[in-house]
């Protein structure tokens, strides 16, 4: 997606590996199934974690590209300010925060 310009994508697949990822530490630890929460933060505090303020506002910016059926002008504003710059940042913070 980022070699292709698709920016929104971008931060649409760092957003859903967040929250797979969380959603399975939180199905590991309780033996159920994880809530059908899409915020990050919540979810991390669901988990139990403290996450930095850098990780913090990580999430916060991830969250916001759960895209589940948006209207057109509301994909169009979060992708208007996208760049490769911030998808190659968005992508290794998002590796990171995943360790």
């Known amino acids: 997606m980022l070699h292709s310009g698709r920016y929104l994508y971008v931060f649409f697949c760092c957003q859903q590996a967040s929250e797979k990822m969380l959603k399975a530490v939180i199905a590991e630890r309780s033996g159920e199934c994880p809530p059908r929460w899409h915020n990050l933060l919540r979810l991390v ?3 139990g974690l403290v996450p930095n303020q850098q990780q913090t506002i990580l999430l916060e910016n991830l969250s916001r590209f759960y895209i589940q059926s948006r209207y057109p002008e509301e994909i169009e504003a979060l992708s ?10 968005a992508i290794n913070q998002t590796q990171e925060l995943l360790k």
Not at 80 to 89: G, K, M, P, V
């Open 80 to 89: 208007s300010d996208l760049d490769r710059q911030r998808c190659e940042q």
């Open 45 to 47: 505090e669901h988990v």
